[in-house]
């Protein structure tokens, strides 16, 4: 039995997320986790949301809720949707949790006893009505460039000038409008992330299984221009992680936080001390995934992230926790993601174009969404949900592959033998044929899940479906029953151990479906096959069943048009 921490880049609080950033990290993380637990291995999958930041007080504020009440809010309405995609997280943490809060400040204590941590006297631009400093792009005024009124302290985006907050002319608070503003000097922490480059460097390329694309976005960061810069851990908010050198103050930085990019990967590993809080266990059981020292070194740890997340876990959260001098765990696999694009354009939340997750639960049963999401990854490239294409790949893969074998042959079994496995006959040449095809089939899909090729699994499964269905149509039960009933029966009772052995591989895309069908069949035997004849032979001769429901439906005509329609923009 082999360990697997796997973790999901971290969803931000403010508001439900769309089908893109699903398929872009917690899906394929969740597949990944359930396939290895079916394989006998012990995993710990984790995801948290990522709860500080500007943006998390701006939306609050626009909420009327104090902000750690809306993240409170926001917390529970994103587990409660990632519970209905069936997300099998061990635990869904918070990076607002106290435990995130202490890791965060012993990370920051180590790395300035590692001499990793220089002070910056900064001028920003302080707002006395809002009673805080305000980020750059919370400034507005007008371009000195081209007159646009509504340009922002970091840019204007009518002309594209990068600007100054201090380039605007009439500045004031995009929170509150006021005017009533000043440059004040402030302090912050800089991580001197240039000090580790050559250690990231030397990391970076002992990975010589990493795909060539993550290595070269790394590499790029490390050596581009400059080089890996040094970079800003604290800011003057209220919201956050109190900025503390471990248990101890940090002198003249009372009322500063740790800047959210710092934080939110740490809670990668406070939610396993979560986790371990949440369910009664100590210290040694979170650090056994995450202290080299403390029984981790026979991890394999594996991130889940879109393309944009790669430089921050190639980089930036390496360099935390290699500069701790601490033997933490760090990653051996990246895999990450491109974008899922929309029916013609792109996802836009503030749009409201295309699906959310909420909306997406609202209309199909999650299984539809994630066997559509898994088997249409976006990889090597960008990929495109269109209706068409969805409406096609459900009603052909799982309403017609799938669905339609297990009602033909349950309910050709009901009326001619009963609601039990028959018996007669041994199994004949056709059946060692499907089971010699099946067995070369399932190490293929075993390889493909293993190397994390979400496509290609998804490929392999559905060829083992049709491998069924093509079986079916040509041994032809219905007719060989008219004159060899023992011969049908053998092969019903090859199709009944099939439906078993469908459920249990295809456990980690459709959980739900597996469910249904183990349950039809009266069985909890969720067993891997690494025989296929004996999988094929599992359910004996006199085994009860029923003939489950329609175990998919197919999306008609008029409802793709609907839903077409619905989620062109706006959202409601
Ligand atoms: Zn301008």
Known sequence: MARFLITSAIPYINGIKHLGNLVGSQLPADLYARYQRARGHEVMFLCATDEHGTPAELAAAKAGKPVADYCAEMHEVQAGIAKGFGLSFDHFGRSSSPQNHALTQHF?????????????????????????????????????????????????????KQLDPTDLIDPRSAISGSTDLEVRETKHLYLCQSQL?????????????????????????????????????????????????????????????????????????????????????????????????????????????????????????????????????????????????????????????????????????????????????????????????????????????????VSRITKFCRSKYGEAVPAGNDYGEAEQALIDEISTRVTAYEGHMAAMDVRKSAQELRAIWVAGNEYLQSVAPWSVFKTDPDQAAAQVRLGLNLIRLYAVLSAPFIPDATKRLLAALQTEDRSWPDDVAAALSALPAGHAFTVPEVLFAKITDEQREEWQERFSGTRD
């Open 108 to 160: 920051a204590g180590k790395l300035a006893e590692q001499g990793l941590i220089r002070e910056v006297t900064e001028k920003q631009v302080y707002s006395h009505a809002d009673g805080r400093f305000l980020p750059d792009r919370y400034i507005e005024g007008t371009c000195p460039n081209c007159g646009y009124e509504r340009a922002r302290g970091d840019q204007c985006e009518e002309c594209t």
């Open 197 to 405: 480059k050559d250690q990231l460097d030397d990391w970076i390329n002992s990975k010589s299984d990493w795909p060539v694309l993550t290595t070269s976005i790394a590499k790029k960061w490390l050596h581009d221009g400059d080089g890996l810069q040094d970079r800003g851990i604290t800011r003057d908010l209220d919201w956050g992680v109190p900025v503390k050198k471990g248990d101890a103050d940090w002198p003249g930085m009372d009322g500063k936080v740790f800047y959210v990019w710092f934080d939110a990967p740490i809670e990668y590993i406070a939610a396993s001390r979560e986790w371990a809080d949440a369910n009664g266990k100590t210290d040694a059981d979170w650090q056994r995934w995450w202290r080299t020292d403390k029984g981790a070194e026979d991890v394999k740890y594996v991130q889940f992230m879109g393309k944009d997340n790669v430089p921050f876990h190639t980089l930036s959260f390496p360099a935390t926790i290699l500069g701790s001098g601490e033997p933490w765990k760090m990653v051996d696999h990246l895999k990450s993601f491109n974008y899922l694009n929309y029916d013609g354009g792109q996802f836009s939340t503030s749009q409201g174009r295309g699906v959310f997750m909420d909306q997406a639960l609202e209309i199909l049963p999650a299984d539809y969404w994630r066997w559509w999401l898994l088997s249409h990854a976006p990889e090597s490239s960008d990929s495109e949900f269109t209706w068409e294409n969805f409406q096609q790949s459900v009603n052909k893969d799982l309403a017609d592959v799938l669905g339609n074998f």
